[in-house]
């Protein structure tokens, strides 16, 4: 198994971004298989979805959407737990399958970090089997 990581910075509260070439970076050169990737934060997530500018507003959009900001109770500790109950329907991994060292993704499909606490330096991992 190889382990790799790379660091997403984000400038909004909510922001997705393509992170296909730095996931792709991270494999091994020979890695065959799949590999995951796994981002380490309770309010951030990754999904596999085309990176078209538009789309990418779209999903801000829709994660936004689907949890109101207030009304919640850990927000009596830190007041971000919308950031953590969106950042539950998206998941903190994604797993792809690898051919020859490359990303074997669909035409259309990236991988797309989903920021829902920002701004802030989040931590990716990219785990090769």
Known sequence: M????????????TQALDVTDEVARALP?????????F????????VV????????ADIEHAVEGLVPDEGWRHDEID????????????????????ADGSLDLGTWQSVVFVECDGPRQRTVRVLTD
């Open 2 to 13: 190889s382990q790799a990581q790379f660091t997403v910075s984000t400038d909004e509260r």
């Open 49 to 56: 979805q085309e990176a078209e500018s538009r789309l990418l």
């Open 29 to 37: 050169d020979d890695a065959d298989g799949v590999c995951t990737v």
């Open 39 to 46: 981002v380490e934060h309770t309010t951030a997530g990754v």
């Open 79 to 98: 007041d971000n737990a919308d950031s953590h109950l969106r950042a539950t329907f998206l998941g903190s991994d994604v797993t792809v399958p690898v």
